[in-house]
């Protein structure tokens, strides 16, 4: 079984996430910011990545803490659930459209974490979240789980639309990334001989 537990305790935020890579999508989500919660929730759906998100932060300070803390747990537990990476497909690319919307996702498991992130933003807040903490949680959800990811919003105009299909497409690929090759199941996909 590919599944974590992660606690991550301090003085800011306290998080406890599980995940079971080889689910198929169900979740439980509580951030204490609401488009947070429903991004999270599409990224599990999506990606049928059963996951497990109570995040109890400091929100009467700012939603920094609480987004990068949150992205941090869930891309510790995904590192920790996948192992040394043997036999996963490792990189993985979607295009996620939303009515007016296309976004591009790409990205390799490769334990070199890296972020380009091309999305433009007209609005400062999505309910009650900033627009600056979107790149934010992205860019903490590639360093804690060593992803090279690339996000590219090729076109849109709805703030809401362009941030959901970013999480779609984050989604698709890494179901795409992690999925067991049959071929090389037994072999950790690098020449190198490790990830």
Known sequence: MRTADIHRHTAETS?????????????????????????????????????????????????HHTTEDTAIAIGEALAKALGDKRGISRFGTAHAPMDETLTRVS???????????????????????????????????AQSAGITLHVENLYGSNNHHIVESCFKGLARALREAIEIDPRKADAIPSTKGIL
């Not at 599980?18 to 609401?34: A, E, F, K, M, R």
């Not at 903490?133 to 903490?140: C, G, K, L, R, V």
């Open 15 to 63: 998080i406890d996430v599980t995940v079971n890579l080889d689910g198929t999508g169900i979740y439980s989500v509580s951030t204490g910011i609401g488009f947070l919660d429903h991004m999270i929730e599409q990224l599990s759906r999506h990606s049928l990545i059963d996951m497990t998100v109570k995040t109890v932060g400091d929100l009467h300070v700012d939603q």
């Open 107 to 141: 990205l390799d498991m490769s334990g070199r974490p890296w972020l380009v992130f091309k999305v433009p933003f007209t609005v400062q807040r999505l309910g009650e979240w900033d627009t600056e903490m979107i790149e934010h949680w992205f860019q903490s959800f």
